[in-house]
């Protein structure tokens, strides 16, 4: 668990500087993005109003313009303990010293051009979001779809749906967490499309948890909304436009996915960017601080301190609970807005996916990646002796290196069609379908499969 820092490959940008940087950073963050972009009403809409420079300021506890990162999104400089990053040379000395190991990291790698291509299509696959189904919303570049990842020093195949059907006879599959893990099952049910069609048996209210079926195989798949995965009281409406701050309940665990855990065989439990938000913490059945909440008069822990707490709770429950389940943790997705934000007109409109180096991963992701890696690691350590079968699925790095894979503009139907320069909402999120994204269950598939190799 210390290969963690290698896209941020800049020396400069790890060493010197206050961590406290890092928290201006991600208020910035939140001051702008409200994050309604995760806000994931089943619709995902983007609010019409965007936060007045004004109001954010308010909310604010440094000015915003100090705050803001160049536009060139750079990272802010990083500070770590000089322990905890294993610096090799170059990646040849690294790859090589993995494979003296014996090991490979299929999280390390390049993506390279592969013929295939896609899975399947807006025509094969029916349950493709209308603001994930590029194609369909006249995204123009297609070469997106014609990269294969590469893990170094190893290969992993293509997703076979039949073999994952045939090895979930009789199972039930959830995907727990935000808008990121059902942009996730869509892509897997897109891709198991090409062998049965899913039957949906359940959706809540608000068509943000599912469930389907797969007849021939008795296959049950769902994803299940819980952008916290702990209790949280969230005061907002389908537009994402917010009230009132978020409660979050540090020792409770959101019961909606709880409740269903003794019926899954299998989970992939994410979280991330939620955290971010304005968010005022209960502990014991008290108020213990907040995260961003100026004017409050209470201690502002962090969202670090909220994530931390989070993860530790939900991967104590899967460690000690009676029921076992194999249980992914997938880590957090990155963004890839430029020069400027969702509510700023940033964008994303790149074409081929970067090359490593070529790209730092921000801050807020890396502080959340390393959350996620350092409760990880405590918690597999218990799990193994408990009989839980604990994996990382570690897809913020290739993640990143795919600025391609996003929807941008084609988040609507046709957004040019009438003016080609009309100012359009981008996500820069969320991955299109067919897209990057499949390449999830790629790595879920061989994890599945072979994942002793890999621990
Ligand atoms: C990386 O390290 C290997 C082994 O020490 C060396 O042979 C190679 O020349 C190095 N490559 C670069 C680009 O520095
Ligand atoms: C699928 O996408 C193509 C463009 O690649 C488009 O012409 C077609 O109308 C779409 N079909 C559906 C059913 O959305
Ligand atoms: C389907 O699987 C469930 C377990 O998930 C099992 O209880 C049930 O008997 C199975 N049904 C059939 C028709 O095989
Ligand atoms: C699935 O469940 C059915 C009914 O309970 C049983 O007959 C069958 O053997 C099971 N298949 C597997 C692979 O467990
Ligand atoms: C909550 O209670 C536990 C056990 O009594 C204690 O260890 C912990 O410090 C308390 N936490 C807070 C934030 O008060
Ligand atoms: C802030 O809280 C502390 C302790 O809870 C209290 O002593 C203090 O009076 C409060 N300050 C204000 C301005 O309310
Ligand atoms: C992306 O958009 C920017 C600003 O409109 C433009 O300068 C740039 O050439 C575009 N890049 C691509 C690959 O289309």
């Known amino acids: 668990m210390v290969k963690e820092m290698r896209l941020d490959s800049s020396p400069l940008s790890l060493h010197k500087q206050k961590h406290v940087l890092v928290k201006f950073a991600v208020s910035f963050l939140l001051t ?9 009403d089943s619709f995902f809409r983007f609010s019409a109003e965007t936060p007045s420079l004004a109001e954010q300021k308010t909310e604010s506890p440094v000015p915003v313009a100090e705050t803001s990162p160049p536009p060139d999104q750079s990272p802010l400089p990083l500070d770590l303990p000089d322990n905890e990053i294993q610096t090799f040379q170059n990646e040849t000395e690294e790859a090589e010293a993995e494979q003296e190991a014996g090991k490979c990291d299929i999280f390390k790698g390049d993506w390279i051009p592969d013929s295939s291509g896609q899975r399947y299509t807006n025509e094969t696959c029916r349950v493709i979001e209308s603001h994930q189904n590029c194609m369909k919303n006249g995204r123009p570049d297609s070469g997106y779809f014609y990269w294969r990842w590469s893990p170094r020093g190893c290969d992993i195949p293509r997703f076979d749906p039949q073999k994952f059907l045939d090895l979930m006879r009789n199972k039930s599959w959830a995907f727990i967490g935000d808008s990121i893990s059902r942009n996730h099952v869509q892509s897997l049910l897109c891709i198991l499309s090409q062998v049965e069609q899913a039957v949906e048996v359940y959706h809540d209210e608000e068509y943000r948890s599912k469930r389907w079926h797969f007849p021939s195989h008795n296959f ?11 209790k949280a009281t969230i005061f907002e409406d389908m537009n994402g436009i917010s009230t009132s701050e978020i409660q979050l309940y540090l020792d ?15 989970v992939v439990i994410a979280g991330g960017k939620w955290f971010l938000k304005t968010a005022i913490f209960h502990e014991n059945d008290t108020v213990s601080g907040c995260h961003f909440c100026p004017g409050k008069n209470l201690t502002d822990l962090g969202f670090e301190y909220a994530y931390r707490k989070a993860l530790q709770l939900v991967l104590n429950f899967i460690t000690s609970s009676k029921h076992k389940p194999l249980a992914f943790l997938r880590t957090t997705t990155p963004d890839h807005f430029e020069n400027g934000e969702w509510f700023s007109g940033g964008y994303c409109n790149r074409t081929v996916p970067f090359k490593e180096g070529e790209v730092d991963m921000k801050d807020v992701d890396t502080v959340m990646r390393n959350i996620e890696l350092e409760e990880f690691k405590k918690a597999a350590e218990i799990g193994s002796k408990n009989g839980v079968v604990l994996r990382l699925l570690d897809t913020t790095s290739l993640s990143l290196l795919r600025p391609d894979g996003h929807p941008g503009p084609y988040r609507q139907f046709h957004p040019l069609a009438e003016d080609k320069n009309a100012k359009v909402q981008n996500d820069c999120l969320h991955w299109c379908l067919p897209g990057p994204i499949d390449s999830w269950n790629d790595l879920v598939m061989e994890l599945l499969v072979n994942g002793d190799k890999y621990q």
């Open 32 to 40: 702008g993005l409200a994050f309604r972009l995760l806000f994931s």
């Open 220 to 230: 049950t798949l769902s994803v299940i909304w819980t952008p916290f995965l702990i």
């Open 252 to 266: 409770k665990l959101d019961k909606v996915w709880t409740d269903q855990y003794e019926s899954l065989d299998y």
